[in-house]
């Protein structure tokens, strides 16, 4: 075990190192107030606890940051872990050293759990912490990096906690930041404990093949230096095998074993100038064969953490296919530590740069977004593949792999992106699901009277960043439609369970579920659930017990007020063949009346037919009349079942402004969504209008009310209703 002045010994070196700029005599002032602050303290292991401070430091003078930043990492644990406050640190370091501490603490505190609520919530702090000074989460990702170095020392259900959440979000963070070297052995430790099968079968593999390997990087390092001598160039040369998270990404991915493999191995040529970069390309395409499709260039369209470099993978003589990366000396700098390397080069970054925006759109982006939603897309704008696409002046835009023309709309402008009416790719008319590549040129078609963003554009962009600004619109524009659509689908849901709406009707039950949803008031909550920012099942289950509990206590009540009201008990599951229960009658012959075509979630009622058994009809429908003296009795109750499965025939109604192909628009939306659709017809019914009749089948009413929401984002739609004859 390492002795603390060591340690230090290692910090002192690794500053004048990498970090020659700091000021030492403070450093050593930190050093000592933190070794007497954590003096009583130990680590798992038994060691001097300091000896963490020092090792996170060490990192953090390895990644070029400043004094301020070195010495916040020494002090990173004193405001939680000593009796230290933080005027103290203000006081005899700076008001600046402080904050950073305290914003280091902060995230500390609020430990990431398994909901994805809390996480999401971290993230904010996290990202509001990095919109104030980048330095924060720097710090913070390099502690994390020394405590996965140390990991081997904590419970194995702490082993894994930890290690998903470094996969989760340090080492995307590290990746968005530019920070290469410090990503890929986040990403390697977390393995370790992920998958630990997986780990030992690799390392085992490289171990067994490590002089192999070595002997072909020397041949193909030697015939690069010899032509590189040639011909007058000078730069450095080096081989490696790919990291551990590279290959085990392959594997999965290609669900390939060890042996079958290929392109594990890497070469990096740094040279003075971006001429030379060019330069050595040509003379590796003339030494080696390249493999067609595998060329990037970053140079000229660098990522968007900055990372620059040329990149090209060949195949010699052998038959193995290697990659060579080319770049200058301060690229990579920029490609090992990102962001953090600014400071070598400026010290300090630009607070309204360019590089921040990415944090600026993800705080944005936390707004009227479900949490899973959000972690899901939080990855894939952090994390993904990108592709590279011009506007037709020239302008790079870079999106996530996948991206479509309205990915593509909604990164130019969220104006761009509300009034498209179609796109360009390389001159040639595109749908709005084409997948972007690299190097097309967009051109996005824009109306000045738009009817604004689809709902159905949500399953077809990539981005975060699209999604989120499409649900904005939604929310501003169509609230009224939003509260309609929420009311209707929580409703069902609450049916679903055998709660009447009427619940919703106790002060007491309403706050509660407004509370554990974070909405003001109920049509707030409906307009989230109609434009997407929640789903009914969610708010429903957040409320769950108190809702049933209040189902079950106005049971008697509603039975009273209703004589129609349902009053099988909720306790047992109920299954019937038909999907529908009588009250009172075991077996039955069900029939679905085709005047209102009932679906799962409506509201029904049943009627005694002569020799047909029982007719089951919404009790919206006009045919339905309780106090109809010649009908007495024959009214009976009915509920769905519990499992009920299969598919329901429905119909609507759509009334929209004629026009020439509003028949094949509203059938589109049909087959999206997977329907089967049964028939469908449309008569003009004048005053440039016509009426379309659609019969199709739905699983349940929640289905049947997305489809009408879809409808209604047509151009000319006037309105959907249910169909009754």
Known sequence: MESV???YTSM?????RYAPFADIRRVEQAFHYAEEKHKTQKRKDGSPYIIHPLAVAEIVAETGLDTDAILAALLHDCLEDTQTTYDEISTMFSPTIAALVEGVTKLTRAPYATAEEQQMENLRKMFLAMSKDIRVVLIKIC????????????????QIIKSQETMDVYAPLAHRLGMQKLKWELEDLAIRYLEPERYSQIMSYLDSHEEEDLRFMNRIQDTLTQRFNEVGIHGSISGRIKHVASIFRKMKDQNKSMDELYDLYAFR??????????????????????????FKDYISTPKPNMYQSLHTTVIGKEGVPFEVQIRTWEM???AEYGIAAHWRYKQGVNKGSDEFDWVRRLLENQQDVEAEDYIQSLKVDMFDDEVFVFTPKGRVINLPAGSTPIDFAYAVHSGVGNSMVGAKINNRIAGYDAVLKNGDIVEVLTSKNPKGPSRDWLNICKSNQARIKIKQWFKKERREENIAGGKSSFESELRRNNVSPTVLQNDELLQTLLRKNGYETLEDLYAAIGYGGITSLKAFNRAREELLRAGKATKEEAVQKDPF?????PRQPRHADSGVIVEDIESCMIKFSKCCAPVPGDDII???????????????????RPDDPEQNGRWVNVCWADDVEGNYPTTLVVEAADRNGLLLDVANVITAAKLKMTEISGRDVGGSKAVLHLTFEVKDLSVLNQVRQRIRNISGVISVRRGTN
């Not at 049943?606 to 089951?616: A, E, L, M, P, Y």
Request: net charge positive.
């Open 5 to 7: 002045s060591e340690h």
């Open 12 to 16: 002192v070196n690794a500053i004048r």
């Open 143 to 158: 502690d994390r990096l020394h405590n996965m170095r140390t990991m081997q020392h904590m419970p194995p259900h702490k």
């Open 269 to 294: 040529v740094i040279v003075d100038t971006i001429p030379d970069c060019y330069n050595v390309l040509g003379h590796v395409h003339d030494l080696y064969t390249p493999v067609p499709g595998r």
């Open 332 to 334: 990579h700098q920029t």
């Open 565 to 569: 009201a349902n009053p099988l008990s």
């Open 606 to 624: 049943g009627f005694i037919t002569k020799g047909f058994g029982v007719s089951v009809h919404r009790k919206d429908c006009p045919n339905v």
